[in-house]
């Protein structure tokens, strides 16, 4: 699993690559989140488009990153989750509590309403 990160007009991007199976790495993608947050971010799109799986290790690194935004009065948004990942959202009842966007523009554009 990889990060990538971008800020576009005070919004923080994670792009995250790869499979999100637990260990380290997932509890990576949380830490990034708090450090942002610490910093003042408060506004973060998680770009899942190619995030292959996710288990529920995965899954819980994004509910705690959720969390920690809302706690801070921002708000933490999925754009391009793949349809396995969507799959699983729904299963679980995450889909509920994420706002989730097809295309990372407007999950950008979700922020100015």
Do not use: C
């Not at 899954?59 to 920690?68: D, E, N, V």
């Not at 793949?82 to 554009?109: C, G, P």
Request: no cysteine; proline share 1%; aromatic share 4%.
């Amino acid at each position: 699993m990889a990060i990538k990160e971008e800020m576009k007009a005070g919004i923080s991007i994670l792009e995250i690559k790869g499979k999100l199976m637990g260990g380290p790495e997932t509890a990576e993608i949380h830490n990034r989140v708090k450090e942002l947050v610490a910093n003042g971010v408060t506004k973060v799109v998680i770009d899942l488009g190619k995030v292959t799986w996710m288990n529920s290790t995965g899954l819980g690194a994004l509910m705690s990153s959720l969390t920690t935004v809302r706690n801070a009065g921002g708000d933490l948004k999925i754009a391009r989750a793949t349809e396995k990942v969507k799959s699983l959202f729904m299963v679980t009842k995450l889909i509920t509590i994420f706002d989730n966007y097809e295309t990372l523009e407007e999950a950008l554009n979700s922020f100015k309403q």
